[in-house]
């Protein structure tokens, strides 16, 4: 069985913390940030973590990140 390949893309948005979970920037963060508040455009610098719904597909893209 060859070794399974690392979604490139997929490497460079996701980290995993001390506990397992993944970690992820927020979206709508890059271009029309005269609309936003100054609130929202603070909140979106903050990361966060992945949905547990999403926990499956990232494991398929990155098979040796270590997802719990």
Request: hydrophobic content about 35%.
């Amino acid at each position: 069985m060859p070794k399974m390949k690392t979604n490139r893309g997929a490497a460079k948005r996701f980290k995993v913390t001390a506990s397992g979970k993944v970690k992820r920037s927020k979206a709508y963060a890059r271009h029309i940030l005269t609309t936003k508040s100054t609130k929202q455009k603070r909140d979106l610098r903050k990361a966060t973590t992945a949905d547990l719904a999403n926990i499956t597909n990232l494991k398929k893209l990155l098979p040796y990140l270590g997802i719990k």
